[in-house]
């Protein structure tokens, strides 16, 4: 049964950069030998994620890149912006707008702390929710 798990950006140090919690859940779905895809909206956020899985400390590497080549198949942590089309992997981050059509095995979603950002996110709970997938909610 698929999962849709939203994560509530609750901490100070996620508030300022939400990205960080994004490279927090990459590292943990490496760490667990997870294929993951991050969603991302635009080029400019693809271009942040990928320089801040750059630097995640001594300790974390993160083998990921932007996709776009023929490496793609072969990265554990695929960024993928609008206008490249990749095949959905077991574990999506999703940072569009719009909830993730297609076939995985989980969903995470990265809700917003500011609270006029979460309505869309309210509406993507309800769509999982009809489409029969299992749903958990995390403070952050």
């Known amino acids: 049964m698929p999962r ?7 901490k100070e140090r ?12 990459a590292r943990k779905a490496y760490d667990a030998n997870l294929w993951t895809l991050v969603l ?4 400019d956020q693809a271009e942040q994620l990928d320089e801040m899985l750059w630097d995640m400390g001594d300790d974390a590497y993160i083998p990921h890149q932007i996709a776009g080549d023929e490496e793609d ?3 554990p942590v695929l960024i ?3 206008d490249t089309d990749v095949p959905l992997r ?3 981050i999703n940072l569009r707008d719009g909830a993730v059509d297609g076939s995985f095995e989980r969903v995470l979603e990265v809700v917003p702390a500011d609270e006029s950002s979460r309505g869309p996110l ?10 029969g997938l299992t749903l958990n909610k995390y403070d952050m």
């Open 4 to 10: 849709a798990d939203f994560y509530l950006i609750a």
């Open 14 to 25: 996620f508030r300022e950069e939400p990205l960080r919690l994004v490279c927090e859940l």
């Open 40 to 43: 991302v909206r635009d080029a």
């Open 73 to 75: 198949e072969l990265t």
């Open 80 to 82: 993928a912006t609008p």
């Open 90 to 92: 077991p574990l999506v």
């Open 122 to 131: 309210r509406e993507r709970w309800k769509q999982y929710q009809a489409r």
